[in-house]
């Protein structure tokens, strides 16, 4: 957020020499100028005027901005579910799923495991672990071996 406003004003007897303080966004700018009046100099107020209708172009373009990126994230997320690669319900198959879908035996699967040409996660050991693949690996080794 951009802000503006004179901070302080010193003057100083012996030069009488003013300072003016401005404060713009956390920037502390000052100045020294031959004595005024302690009031705001229209330099000033213009300069305060500028500052807040830069504000206020600078809110609209973030919120213009920020309105497209979403816009895109949604419609680049639903591009993604239409072809099954981003499914919160099914992120991972399991062995069976894979072999059902793809029409490969389960030695071709374990074959692509040991090769490292598949990366998977296994629960458990012996007869009783479960093997998951995740869909994004499946669907791009698939379609990398079917091309």
Avoid at 89 to 95: C, L
Wanted: proline share 3%; glycine share 6%; charged share 25%.
């Amino acid at each position: 957020m951009i802000s503006a406003e004179l901070r302080s004003v010193t003057l100083n007897p012996r030069n009488k020499m003013e300072t003016k303080t401005l404060i713009i966004s956390g920037t502390k700018l000052s100045r020294q100028m031959p004595g005024m009046d302690l009031k705001k100099s229209a330099e000033t107020n213009m300069v305060c005027q500028m500052l807040s209708e830069l504000r206020a172009e600078v809110q609209a373009i973030r919120t213009g901005v920020d309105s497209r990126i979403e816009s895109v994230a949604k419609t680049v997320m639903e591009a993604f579910q239409g072809f099954g690669i981003l499914d919160p319900d099914e992120d991972t198959w399991t062995d069976k799923q894979v072999r059902a879908r793809y029409h490969v035996s389960r030695k071709t699967l374990y074959n692509y495991r040991m090769s490292g040409k598949l990366p998977y996660t296994q629960t458990g050991e012996g007869t009783n672990c479960t093997i998951r693949y995740r869909k994004a690996d499946i669907m791009e080794l698939f379609a990398t071996r079917n091309a």
